[in-house]
């Protein structure tokens, strides 16, 4: 019997922890109705296919789901993230635009641009950080180094003859590149593309030796054997590509660069819209469904809260100012 109460106790705890957050919500938006109480947009900062539009869709459709209001996805690329950014960061705060946020536009445009429209940390409040998604450092069939060891001493016996190949001019994986070059010793060329598709085909083709797409990205060009992948840049080896060792395993003791994404609110949404927000995203990210499509994606699915999602986002600030700093990367 004590059991039962004790079981009891937990579930009507439970209800009523909803029951108070639906309240609250509802009074965070004026006491109407109850929030959500019309669309949603959701803003991604890049085109669809990408790792980032594909997370947002899966949420999204849950989201329209479980609430009965659509999400509607908005796509706004360009301008490396700023454009998404800055309608996000200009929008009303009130939880019905919500932004798809990624480690370029959120935690390297504000250490790479002098001016940007809007600021990563005062004009967004964090919501969740949802996946951390693994970048793989890939060369071309004719490179002869097999392995990272073999790829330091190359280009230690050919300074700045290795080029590597990036999305673009203060990307993820061009700072990646520098993070590597640097604690590696060693000097290369680098080549900015409009996006990683450039970067891949022209080192499929031999124009450049290496590039480090996300692992979903690289996946086909890696299992044609067209890209030989050398190490992956995460803490861990990622199961997609297990027999592919990390940096930091395979010759540069320390290293981590991955991508990742997370959502987030205008600042000064009200606390229980963000919570609700919270509560329901992270219930989405834990259905077996959902973490099956995004681990397919090489994604590790985190779910953090919004203060742990915070001081995340700070920490990758500061550690991508002092990469950026190092190599003189300045975009304006």
Known sequence: MKARRTAATVIAGACMAVICADAAAQAATGGGQAYPAKPIRFVIPYPPGGASDVTAR???????EAWGQQVLIDNRPGANGIIALEHVAKSAPDGYTILMANVGPN???PVVYTKLPYDAIRDFAPVTLTTKVPQVLVANAYLPAKNIRELIALARSRPDQIVFASGGNG?????????FKSMAG???????????????TDAISGYVQLTMPTVIAAAPHINSGKLRPL??????RVPALAQVPTIAEAGVPGYES?????V????????????RLHAEITRILKQPDVRE????????????????????????????????????????
């Open 58 to 64: 899966i949420i999204g459709a849950k989201m329209t």
């Open 107 to 109: 935690a390297i445009n």
């Open 171 to 179: 990307s993820s994986n061009h700072l990646a590149f520098e993070l």
């Open 186 to 200: 060693v000097k290369m060329v680098h080549v900015a593309y409009k996006g990683d598709a450039g970067a891949m």
């Open 231 to 236: 190490a992956v840049g995460t803490p861990k």
């Open 258 to 262: 991955e991508s990742w994404g997370g």
């Open 264 to 275: 987030m609110s205008r600042a000064g949404t009200p606390q229980p819209v963000i919570d």
């Open 293 to 332: 499509k995004l681990q397919a994606l090489g994604g590790e699915i985190v779910g953090s809260t919004p203060s742990e999602f915070s001081a995340y986002l700070k920490a990758e600030i500061a550690k991508w100012d002092k990469v950026a700093k190092a190599a003189n990367i300045r975009l304006d």
